[in-house]
């Protein structure tokens, strides 16, 4: 696992928060990050597209979204927990069988600086 030092974010009206580079991120696989208090599970997929999505899976209570496996159903990319395969859309975070799904986060790259929008 790559160990991801944040560095608290300045007061400002943003609620945007540099979490990592994107070149610390694998194409294709997750890593988790504490943004404050949220425990945050991000995928970097191929284009350099990242997605967020909290790190708890529902079922379960456990923080392990970050090693789910990365897949797709059609064209949305997707998000399979590790203990029990529900799958979820990484974009919604909507669980794809109904019921609980995963908060989505906001992201953008700045200047290669990967930010997540926990506020939203």
């Known amino acids: 696992m790559?160990?991801?030092?944040?560095?608290?974010?300045?007061?400002?009206?943003?609620?945007?928060?540099?979490?990592?580079?994107?070149?610390d991120l694998e194409e294709c696989w997750g890593e988790a990050a504490l943004v404050g208090q949220e425990q945050i599970a991000l995928f970097r997929l191929p284009g350099d597209r990242v997605h967020?999505?909290?790190?708890?899976?529902?079922?379960?209570?456990?923080?392990v979204m970050a090693r789910g496996i990365v897949g797709s159903r059609g064209?949305?990319?997707?998000?399979?927990?590790?203990?029990?395969?529900?799958?979820?859309?990484?974009?919604s975070g909507a669980r794809l069988s109904g019921g609980e799904g995963l908060r989505a986060y906001p992201v953008r790259c700045v200047d290669g600086v990967v930010e997540v929008d926990v506020a939203a």
Do not use: F, M
């Open 2 to 23: 790559t160990e991801l030092i944040l560095q608290r974010p300045a007061l400002s009206e943003t609620s945007w928060v540099a979490v990592c580079r994107l070149d």
């Open 52 to 63: 967020a999505v909290g790190n708890i899976d529902p079922r379960t209570g456990a923080a």
């Open 75 to 91: 064209t949305a990319p997707t998000i399979a927990s590790p203990l029990h395969k529900e799958v979820y859309d990484l974009v």
